[in-house]
């Protein structure tokens, strides 16, 4: 079992940043891929970044990719995602994700944070 409790979320302008955590409970953090999703309000929820195991590779949705950054601490039990450039469309719910397989899926993930609330104003 792993419960999973994301912060650092807010309000922010436009072409700012953020930096989002998710501290992770358990012994078995290093066993699991780390995915971070998004769910704007009326809309599916989206696949956002992942970093695997030992945090040596990383994926990124399209649409993000050169603005966002995740990574992971195995020795704290976190997980990242440093935003940069925010834009209006980046306002969404944010939730962080453990798997063991791990992919773009959101089936492929087994535990959820309950996520944070991500505004940007333009």
């Known amino acids: 079992q792993v419960q999973l409790v994301e912060s650092g979320g807010g309000l922010v302008q436009a072409g700012g940043s953020l930096r989002l955590s998710c501290a992770a409970s358990g012994r078995t953090f290093s066993s699991y891929v780390m995915g971070w999703f998004r769910q704007a309000r009326g809309k599916d929820r989206d696949f956002v970044a992942a970093?695997?195991?030992?945090?040596?590779?990383?994926y990124y949705a399209g649409s993000v990719k050169g603005r966002f950054t995740v990574s992971r601490d195995n020795a704290k039990n976190t997980v990242y995602l440093q935003i940069d450039t925010l834009e209006p469309e980046d306002t969404a719910v944010y939730y962080c994700?453990?798997?063991?397989?791990?992919?773009?899926?959101?089936?492929?993930?087994?535990?959820w944070g309950q996520g944070t609330q991500v505004t940007v104003s333009s």
């Open positions: 994700a453990a798997g063991l397989r791990g992919s773009g899926k959101s089936a492929d993930y087994d535990y």
């Open positions: 970093v695997a195991q030992t945090g040596s590779t990383t």
